[in-house]
């Protein structure tokens, strides 16, 4: 299966794969649209146990999964656990806010920094208890019924 993923990107992307750089990193697996939108607050409130069931959402929605690396660069996963889906797959779901170490293989164009996983080496499952400071769903993240 990791064999006809790898093909097919190469199918896709073309010639950028052969950019590619074999790499081993740790970080947070994170839900890239409330960490770049900010919708719901700062980098620090869209990460670990303060942001884990959103993150859960919205990769089972269909918003790509990303890895935050320990250097505070993040990386958009292209591929992970065997999967060729980016967001929803039962490894996006099951590794949300999970610190991971991962090898695969890293690729940057136009300023962005894309991760295909080919393995996750160890989970170190959540390490960022954050809940304490933003409570599970973080205040400003609840619909005020009043307006």
Known sequence: MRNAVAAAL???AGPALADGEDITIRGEVIDTWCYFSGVMG???AVTGTAHHTCAIWCSAGGIPVGLLAED????MILALGG???SAGGAAQLELASHDITVSGQVFARDGLNYL???DVVEDHGI?????TDFGV???FA?????G
Do not use: M
């Open 10 to 12: 190469v199918c896709v």
């Open 137 to 139: 769903v973080p205040g």
């Open 42 to 44: 700062g980098p620090d």
């Open 83 to 85: 999967s060729d889906q």
């Open 142 to 146: 609840i619909p005020n019924p009043e």
């Open 116 to 118: 295909v996983v080919a």
């Open 127 to 131: 390490t960022n208890i954050n809940h």
């Open 72 to 75: 505070g660069t993040v990386y």
